[in-house]
Every structure is written in C-alpha cells, then in structure tokens.
C-alpha cells in the first residue's frame, strides 16, 4: 500500500537516489500496531477493540496519524549524512519513542514505567533522534524563492511562548532577561511565519529569551530586513503598530472584507501555535537544559505540525476569493490587497473616532488605555484589537487577580461590555476574557449580577 503512494502521490513522490536510501518500509497499518506496543498497549487489547478506536488512540498518543509518521519516518530515512535514521525495526522504535516523550513529556520517575526503558541511556538516544526530526526542517520550513509573486502580504507573524524552568544566572537567583508576561513566569519566545497562500510554515527563528517582545524580534531578527528587501508584507497583530512599510496589522480603517482576512489569517496562525502545544514538551515547564535543548525540542514539534498539515489536517482556507467578493467593488479590494494599503498610518491618531457602530468592531480603545497605564500590554492589545473577541491567558493567580481587579474596578461599566473569568485547576487555572457583541453595550447592565467572576480573589 505504501509504495503505492509513493510512487502514485506527489506527498510522497522521490527520485530514485532518495529511494535507494529508504532501506525500511512500513505502512500505516504496520506503524499504527508497533506505536501502539510501543505505548504499552498488549495485543488482547488492540484485538478486541475497532480499528477505528486504535486510530483513536494512536493519534491521541502521538499527536499524529499513523499515515502522518510514515512520512517522517521515510524522510528521516532519505536524509543525507549524519541525520540520516537508518531504517530498521530497532530505530523505528526509537523513532516512536522520540514523538511520543514529544506528545507526553514524562518526568524521570514516570519515563522507565511508560516507555520501559533506562531514564539514562534512553533519555540520550531519544535526544539523538529528536535533533535528526528537527534537522528535516531545512526540508520542510522553507522560504519558498517566488513567494507571493503577485501579492504584497505574503506570510502572518507572531510569537509564540514556551515556559522553561528558571536557567542559572551567575550573580542573581533570576534572570529578568528570561521573565515571560505571558506565563508571569521565565520562558523563551519564537518567532513564526505562515505563509498565507500555501499555509506551510515557512519561517522560524529563535529561541530568544521571552523578556524579548516580538516587535523587538522583527525590528532586529532579520525578517522586516528580508521583506523590505523583496518589497513584501507581512500580517501580524497590534504589538507591531508603527512599521507600516513591512507589516500590517487589523485597524478601523480597514473594510469590512479586509477586516474579516486578515482576521481570519491571523487566527489561522494561532491554529498552528495551538498545534505546537498539544505536545506536552511545549505545554509543560521545560525540564532541560535551556541553551542546549529547547531549541531541539520546539523545532521538532514543529516539524512534525508541519508534516501534520501537509497529510492529514490542513489549516482552514481563509477564503480570500470569497471575501473579496463580500461587500466592496472589485477594484477597491483588488487595491487593498495588492497594495497592502489598508492606512495604518493614521490608524493610531484615529483609532478611536473610526467605525464604532460597526457590528464586527470589538475595539475598546478606552479600556485598552487604562490597561496599558496598569502595565498590562497583553491585555491592551487585546482589547484594542477590532477583531480579537476571546482571549485566553495562562497566567498565575497574582496576575489574574490583578486583571480581574483591573476590569471591575477601574473599567466603567464593563461588566455590560466584558466577561473575564478563570477556569481550570491548580496551574493549569487560566482567565479567559470575552467582549460582549457592541450591541448588547447598554443593555446588560442589569443581567451580569450573576456573572460573578472574581474567583481568584
């Protein structure tokens, strides 16, 4: 079946040099029943149960599908010189092991009872396989040469944090330099890009220390110098307001057509972030070594999120056809897109005088000013954005008391305009905060008494 595909699918297509060095083929099917052995499934079990439900828990296991790891598993085989994976059955296993403590992230004390293997020797070989999933992404995270030939914005920016234990510093017991405002904790910070025609990952760089804001990793990490060399943009959120000659970002002057793509780009991005984090190695506190490992780990899964894409679950299309065709005349969004002119030079004078009957405008230009006196930039460019509706903070709980103190006592009227609470247990607790639609504005007044939300206080 699978050499079926790959000689008949374009995904799997490769000239008869790569062939040769595929030494191990396996199928789905095959790698589906070895992964979930790997994952300590007996054989009586995987017998009595539908193939569907070991689908089920091979994708829960892993992250990906099992079609999905016969990829990465041939393309690890196809790579040249030292970060070539032999094929064999013994590193097939070490592969599925590999992604697998990507997917869970065991503590020591768990790693021998999940995986049966020495903490010592096997944290090592699991390490050595993870830089050879990593290395693929000189293959698969690639500047494409004729990116966007005919279009201006090109790819969507942002930051993504990872929480990391607090690495040594040699005078004080921490390093600001690491401080996440994100997590309130240390943490490092990449930079991706998402290319908006093809919706491939094709930029990534870092790891920066998370004290380091993505305004500051754009201005001085080599992507504005790349776009302004080609004469390209990118999409990014409020944090990158003032650098209108490479990036764009959501403001009232934008028409509604406009308005809905480069929101619909931007939460397409966060689709992806939200990938990268369903594997517990980015999720969690960061254990190891920061300078050494965090960087293996990160573009690891993101590698593997890439490969996920490609074979099994695209990101969603942001419809530009359809929403050019939404409300204004051809040549106006025609200019808007191939232009990259949506006024964000005036956008900061006026921000708060433009479209506030529109419906889908959720700007709140007051509020965001107050948060931003308190210190509080996340959640300013929250609520200064037109677009964002719902955000969600994995913050501790003197941060989120803050918050919530903030909105209930020095917003006015806010609980007619926002919702913010906290859910989740222990550290897992995270404030969500919701604007209420503008035309519920003056009417709610009286129906959010029981919308207490001050549940950390």
């Known amino acids: 079946m699978l050499l079926f595909l790959l000689s008949s699918d374009p995904l799997y297509a490769m000239d008869s040099d790569e062939d040769d060095r595929v030494t191990h083929v396996v199928t789905p099917e095959e790698i589906l029943e070895k992964g979930l052995k790997v994952a300590r499934y007996d054989e009586k079990k995987l017998n009595r149960c539908h193939a569907d439900t070991n689908k089920k828990r091979f994708k829960s296991t892993y992250g990906v599908s099992a079609g999905t790891m016969c990829r990465i598993y041939e393309d690890l085989q196809k790579t040249e010189g030292e970060m070539c994976l032999k094929g064999s059955e013994i590193h097939l296993k070490w592969f599925l092991r590999t992604v697998f403590y990507l997917r869970k992230y065991p503590t020591e004390d768990d790693f021998e009872r ?12 699991i390490w050595e396989t993870m830089k050879k999933i990593q290395h693929l992404k000189h293959k ?26 607090e690495p040594g510093h040699p005078e004080f017991s921490q390093d600001s330099e690491y401080f996440s405002h994100k997590f309130n904790k240390s943490g490092i910070n990449y930079e991706l890009g998402i290319a908006v025609a093809t919706q491939s990952l094709i930029w990534m760089n870092g790891p920066f220390k998370a004290g380091k804001s993505d305004l500051q990793i754009f201005l001085g990490a080599g992507l504005r110098d790349r776009l302004s060399q080609l004469g390209k943009k990118a999409i990014g959120d409020g944090i990158y307001r003032g650098n209108q000659d490479t990036i764009s970002y959501p403001n009232t002057h934008d028409s509604r057509p406009v308005k809905k793509f480069k929101s619909r780009a931007l939460k397409r991005h966060e689709a992806f972030n939200g990938m990268t984090k369903s594997f517990q190695i980015l999720r969690q506190a960061f254990r190891h070594n920061v300078e050494e490992k965090i960087g293996i780990a990160f573009e690891a899964v993101a590698v593997i999120c890439q490969y996920k894409i490609e074979v099994e679950e695209p990101l969603y299309d942001i419809l530009i056809e359809d929403v050019f065709k939404e409300e204004d005349s051809d040549s106006e969004i025609e200019s808007y897109y191939s232009d990259g002119n949506s006024n964000e030079e005036n956008s900061d004078e006026e921000n708060s005088e433009e479209d506030n009957d529109d419906d889908n405008n959720y700007a709140m230009i007051e509020y965001a000013d107050i948060a931003e006196n308190a210190q509080e930039q996340d959640l300013a460019d929250f609520l200064r954005s037109p677009i964002l509706k719902t955000i969600t903070f994995p913050l501790g709980k003197d941060r989120r008391k803050k918050i919530h103190r903030i909105i209930d006592e020095q917003f006015s009227h806010s609980r007619s305009k926002l919702r913010h609470e906290s859910e989740g247990n222990d550290k897992a607790r995270v404030l969500i905060i919701t604007k209420l639609s503008p035309q519920q504005d003056d009417d709610d007044d009286d129906d959010d008494d029981d919308d207490d939300d001050d549940d950390d206080y």
């Open 140 to 165: 698969k995270v690639v500047w494409p040469d004729e990116l966007g030939a005919d279009e201006v914005w090109v790819l969507t920016v942002d930051g993504t944090h990872v929480w990391v234990y």
């Open 114 to 125: 999940e995986l049966n293997l020495n903490k010592g020797w096997g944290s090592t070989k």
